[in-house]
Nanobody
Framework: VQLQASGGGLVQPGGSLRLSCAAS?????????STWAVEWYRQAPGKQRA???????????NYADSVKGRFTISRDNAKRTGYLQMNSLKPEDTAVYYC?????WGQGTLVTVSS
């Protein structure tokens, strides 16, 4: 079982990034993947991990107030991958971003928003 998060990097304020979380392993067949919610969390330097967004198995999204209107969560069950499109990025979005599926955690991908 593995969750591979990718897509982080350095971006200027106002920029965009798209994070991906790819699931692999026998536990994450396409069918099984489709039955679980996909969540994204982030942990800024010196702070606790915080919930960012969730998409249900049925495709219903929910967002933390701090990212609502700027971030979009989505999923592709055939590819067993979840996504987080991040627009209008702010310096306070700087953090390591983690995905969580079925209580498994990805390794995290660093997003740095700085001029």
């Amino acid at each position: 079982v593995q969750l591979q998060a990718s897509g982080g990097g350095l971006v200027q304020p106002g920029g965009s990034l798209r994070l991906s979380c790819a699931a692999s392993g026998s536990r994450f067949s396409s069918w099984a993947f489709s039955t679980w919610a996909v969540e994204w969390y982030r942990q800024a330097p010196g702070k606790q991990r915080a919930w960012v967004a969730r998409i249900s198995s049925g495709g219903t999204p929910n967002y933390a107030d701090s990212v609502k209107g700027r971030f979009t969560i989505s999923r592709d069950n055939a590819k067993r991958t979840g996504y987080l499109q991040m627009n209008s990025l702010k310096p306070e979005d700087t953090a390591v971003y983690y995905c969580n599926i079925a209580d498994f955690w990805g390794q995290g991908t660093l997003v740095t928003v700085s001029s």
